[in-house]
């Protein structure tokens, strides 16, 4: 049998029998989408302060690099859960949402005076953000796995890694409604562990549950 053969039994056993995978991939989004705001709303909610909060640059920026890496990182997963789909350009896109953190790292180390920023770095919620994230992301990604099973992912560890991305950035996208520690500095080093131990978690999963 021929490579591509293979591939196409492969795919072949593992496609759903009533949808299409495209379809169970985006419901699945839905559906992380709702169970990570049910547990922001029941467990943490939205800070006191939103309303002026909203028209803070540092607030903003927040949501433009966690929403940018729940995108992009959603994209590349959606290529990554059936063998011989190629990834292309998608393989590179989540760095989007670093650059977009970089640009925001500097613009605060530029505008913030030296002395204030550890403070803003080290801020008074760092506990809080690496239990909840990973709180809130638990749900998502459970969700996320299962749909995964319902493909074919070629490279399970990799595939369940961007699984916890796309989990981890949902979930801090939730968690910035309620953090008042808005420095991008804050966001790099405490977002980042957050999420990051998601998709480690995401990873481990993966290996053993996506497995052929």
Request: glycine share 8%; proline share 5%.
């Amino acid at each position: 049998m021929k490579t591509q053969e293979l591939i196409g039994a492969l795919v072949a056993d593992h496609a759903p029998s009533h949808f299409r995978f495209a379809q169970i991939f985006a419901s699945s989004l839905a559906a992380a989408g709702l169970v990570a705001a049910l547990l922001f709303v029941a467990f943490i909610g939205i800070r006191p302060d939103i309303d002026a909060a909203v028209h803070e640059p540092r607030f903003l920026a927040k949501f433009a690099v966690t929403l940018t890496l729940l995108a992009t990182a959603g994209g590349l997963l959606r290529r990554l859960a059936a063998p011989g789909v190629e990834a292309g350009a998608w393989r590179f896109a989540p760095l989007l949402a670093l650059a977009a953190l970089g640009v925001a790292v500097a613009l605060e180390l530029v505008a913030a005076p030296a002395e204030s920023w550890e403070a803003r770095l080290v801020g008074h919620n760092a506990a809080i953000c690496l239990m909840a994230i990973p709180l809130i992301a638990a749900g998502p990604l459970a969700i996320l796995l299962f749909a995964l099973r319902r493909g074919a992912p070629g490279r399970p560890a990799l595939a369940g890694a961007v699984a916890g991305l796309v989990a981890g950035a949902m979930a801090a996208s939730f968690y910035a409604a309620h953090c008042q520690d808005d420095s991008p500095l804050f966001v790099a080093v405490w977002y980042s562990l957050a999420i990051g131990f998601v998709a480690l978690a995401g990873s481990a999963l993966g290996a053993r549950l996506l497995r052929w």
